[in-house]
Structure formats: structure tokens, C-alpha cells
């Protein structure tokens, strides 16, 4: 199964599955939005742009209560980090980004995942890593409507995927991470990239529904990642031998 790497964006590896259920429609990207902060209304077969930013997590609301979008210019990010991805619209997607050379930790260790302006939607802060633990599988759901993003959501397994594996810890009952002596570049083997499996669900400008949400929902999370041919082989072969 070949799946090629399609864009590379300041820190990150965009990774698309291309093997998914296939209609027949135009495979041309038609969005001319490449900002993470324009509106964008999409179609199946767009590409679509969001940024992920990465802070400590009260960076992200405004007078400690409200949390804003991270393009709202009355949060202070100045400690953060910055991903843009642009995935193919409706294709499961692996996003990858590279921990050894930017420890989440060190920004604050909590993302936000966004888009939009007028239309801002924005997830809640998701945990990624402290001194001791980092959390690096996780899931994010796209839900739009007439092709406009209306919600980010991470959907969490409650630790299924790796109860009674001894090189996990499950946090919170929700977040299955590892210590962060395991990881390379701070006294372990383990790389600690972190992942992120995109899916989109809701309706797309021609209310045709997506599909790629569904195809996801019932595989766990880590369970996807021996198909990415092109990840570094460091990734699959450690989590194969842990699954
Ligand atoms: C910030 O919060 C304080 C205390 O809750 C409140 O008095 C103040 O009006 C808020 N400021 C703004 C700009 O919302
Ligand atoms: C992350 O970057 C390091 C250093 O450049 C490299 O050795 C490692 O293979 C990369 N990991 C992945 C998953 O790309
Ligand atoms: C790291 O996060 C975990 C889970 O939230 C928490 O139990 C632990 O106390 C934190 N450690 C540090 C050093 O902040």
C-alpha cells in the first residue's frame, strides 16, 4: 500500500491514506483559502487548511475564562508553536509531528486545534506532554456543515488501546501516554513523534456527506499507523512491537 507524503508544512508531515472509499468526482483541490484564519467553505476533494498551536493551556483563554480562537488577537501565544496542515477533505489523514526536534512540553504541552475567522471553530485544549508523560496518539474529528467547519473534536477511547500494555500509563482515563524518559533525546529509545488521525464528518457545500469519520470511528487508536508506508520506520516498527 503505497501513501505518499503530499505536503510539508513549517514543522510537520502530512501523511494521507489514499486508500479510502473513492467517489467518482473531480480529485482537483478548488479551495484558493490557505490561511488557517479565512473562512473557507469546502467541497469533497478540496484541500482544507487548519493549524494546531501548541501552549501551555491557559494561554488560551482571554481573562482566564473564555477560551478564544487562537487567531483571536487578544490571546498572547508568544510562547507557542505553530502548525499548519492542509489534509485532502474526507480522507483519513495522519498528521505527524516531529517531538525530537520540538518538544511539546517546552511551549506549555497543551494543543488547540483551529480554523476559521467569522467563523472561528476551535477544539478544547488537549493535553500533550509535561516533564513526565507525553501523550502521542491522538484522534481529531472535523465536523462540517454545507462545507463550513463547525466543530473540532478529539475523541479519546478511554485508554482501550492500551490497557495492559506495561509501556503505557492511561492519564485521566482518557489519554494513553508514555514517560518521557522513554523518548529519544531524553534518555530513551522511544520516538515520541506525536500523531494525529484526521477525519471529517457532517456535509461538504453540496450537503454531500462525509464519509472518512466512519471509516475511523471503530479502529483504535494506534491501529492505523502500520499503513503509513513512508513513516520513519523508527515509528511503525516500535508500535508494532508494542501492539
Ligand atoms: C476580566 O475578568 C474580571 C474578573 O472576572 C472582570 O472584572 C473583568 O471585567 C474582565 N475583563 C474583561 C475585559 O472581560
Ligand atoms: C524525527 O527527527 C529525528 C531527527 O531529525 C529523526 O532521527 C527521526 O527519525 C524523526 N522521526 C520521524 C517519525 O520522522
Ligand atoms: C504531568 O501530567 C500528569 C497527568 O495530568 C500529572 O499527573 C502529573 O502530575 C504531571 N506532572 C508534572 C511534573 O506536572
Not at 49 to 60: D, E, K, Q, W, Y
Not at 103 to 113: C, I, K, L, S
Not at 147 to 175: A, E, I, M, P, T
Not at 203 to 232: A, C, I, M, P
Amino acid at each position: 500500500m503505497a501513501i505518499p507524503v503530499t505536503s510539508i508544512l513549517l514543522i510537520v508531515a502530512v501523511t494521507i491514506l489514499s486508500t479510502t472509499t473513492r467517489f467518482v468526482e473531480p480529485s482537483s483541490d478548488n479551495n484558493n483559502v490557505f490561511s488557517p484564519c479565512t473562512d473557507a467553505t469546502i467541497q469533497r476533494s478540496d484541500g482544507f487548511t487548519f493549524g494546531i498551536v501548541f501552549a501551555s493551556r491557559t494561554a488560551f483563554f482571554f481573562n482566564s475564562s473564555v477560551q478564544l480562537s487562537p487567531c483571536d488577537r487578544r490571546l498572547s501565544l508568544s510562547n507557542s508553536q505553530l502548525a499548519v496542515f492542509r489534509p485532502k477533505v474526507d480522507e483519513i489523514s495522519l498528521l505527524t509531528v516531529n517531538s525530537s526536534t520540538f518538544p511539546p512540553d517546552n511551549v506549555g504541552g497543551y494543543m488547540v486545534a483551529f480554523a476559521g475567522r467569522k467563523y472561528a471553530a476551535r477544539s478544547i485544549p488537549a493535553f500533550v506532554a509535561n516533564s513526565t508523560y507525553i501523550v502521542t496518539s491522538f484522534t481529531l474529528a472535523m465536523e462540517f456543515q454545507k462545507g463550513r467547519l463547525q466543530n473540532l473534536f478529539w475523541k479519546r477511547d478511554g485508554c482501550s488501546s492500551c490497557s495492559g500494555k506495561s509501556n503505557f500509563v492511561c492519564l485521566n482515563n482518557q489519554d494513553c501516554a508514555i514517560r518521557t524518559n522513554s523518548c529519544k533525546n531524553r534518555g530513551g529509545t522511544v520516538d515520541c513523534s506525536i500523531g494525529i488521525q484526521l477525519a471529517f464528518s457532517g456535509t461538504d457545500k453540496h450537503e454531500s456527506v462525509f464519509n472518512s469519520w466512519y471509516e475511523v470511528k471503530n479502529l483504535r487508536q494506534y491501529s492505523l499507523f502500520g499503513l503509513y508506508q513512508n513513516l520513519k520506520d523508527s515509528l511503525t516498527s516500535q508500535y508494532n512491537s508494542f501492539f
